[in-house]
């Protein structure tokens, strides 16, 4: 063989060699189609790392201590309320003696109504709550005439809840504190009233003594009503006076009982006033003795003096019952 087409020969085998050992020429997945070199090659994914967590700075606030007149209101508060006790309990009603500025507890569930009964005969004036959009208060009535009775009726929406209620009437103001919780409630709540009750003994027992004789054994034809009342006109100036020949009995109008009492003098011959011993009975003066002229007096800057005298008629006749 010549050597021009021998080396021609090896020169093709060599590339044909070096073919079959190339590495294959890449293809693009979705056509098949060859990568060229224009072609972009693929940007490898950036690594995403987390980024440190930001640490924010405690900031600690320091509680404002309680002035003393907040801690003076919170003390009376708390002194002040009264909660319910077991032997204050009616059947299921509590009952709380009345006190102006007691606070008076009233524990309420929802879905559960409690009622809180004002005295017979009180008109209701205004009702205040502090909490009206989660609170529900009504009012209502039960009896007629000197029975007729006002009743508030409470209920919370949610337990957990606490506020006030103030009620106004024409005989007193109630201050209540209300607290909600999950399923107990009072049922109903009302006072008994202590000063209405003295009151009451009171007033019997001035009825009672004003039907009572001021004394025994009076006889009216036996009496002497000649006394003039003159001087000042005093809420307290009596109404008569008059004697049985041996005591004198000076009557007053009821206002005494509500006001001081003005202490009796008793004018000698002479002029000159000496305090008499005399004691009271209901609304009568009862003097162990007779005179001629005396004098009630109270006051200091100012006093009034009312003058008791004795007729002339009166001293004639008391000298023939003498003899």
Do not use: C
């Amino acid at each position: 063989m010549k050597p021009a087409l021998l080396a021609a020969t090896m020169l093709v085998a060599a590339s044909s060699a070096h073919a079959q050992n190339a590495a294959p020429t890449p293809t693009i997945p979705a056509t098949g189609q060859p990568v060229t070199a224009a072609m972009p090659t693929p940007t490898p994914p950036v690594a995403i790392t987390a980024a440190p967590a930001l640490t924010m700075p405690v900031v600690r606030h320091r509680l404002k201590p309680l002035s003393p007149a907040v801690k003076r209101v919170r003390t009376a508060n708390r002194e002040a309320t009264l909660e319910p006790q077991a032997r204050a309990f009616v059947n299921a009603a509590q009952v709380y003696p009345f006190s102006d500025g007691a606070l008076y507890r009233l524990y309420a569930a929802p879905e559960l109504v409690s009622d809180i009964a004002l005295q017979a005969g009180e008109t209701i004036i205004s009702v205040a709550a502090g909490d009206t959009a989660r609170w529900t208060v009504g009012d209502t009535v039960s009896g007629t005439g000197d029975a007729k009775r006002v009743h508030i009726l409470v209920k919370p929406f949610i337990a957990g809840l606490t506020t006030n209620l103030v009620i106004t009437t024409d005989r007193r103001t109630y201050h209540l504190q209300l607290e909600s919780t999950l399923t107990t409630a009072m049922s109903a709540l009302s006072w008994t009233y202590p000063q209405d009750e003295l009151l009451a003994i009171k007033r019997a027992a001035d009825q009672q003594r004003v039907a009572t004789p001021v004394a025994s054994g009076l006889e009216v034809e036996q009496l002497n009503f000649s006394y003039a009342i003159t001087g000042d006109n005093p809420l307290w100036r009596p109404l008569r006076a008059f004697d049985d020949g041996r005591q004198t009995f000076i009557e007053f109008p009821p206002s005494l009982a509500v006001g001081e009492a003005p202490p009796l003098f008793v004018i000698d011959a002479k002029g000159d006033a000496q305090l008499v011993n005399y004691r009271v009975s209901g609304r009568f003066y009862v003097v162990d003795r007779l005179f001629d002229a005396a004098e009630l007096r109270l006051g200091e800057k100012k006093q009034a003096v009312v003058r008791i005298t004795r007729g002339i008629d009166g001293r004639r006749q008391n000298r023939r019952r003498a003899s």
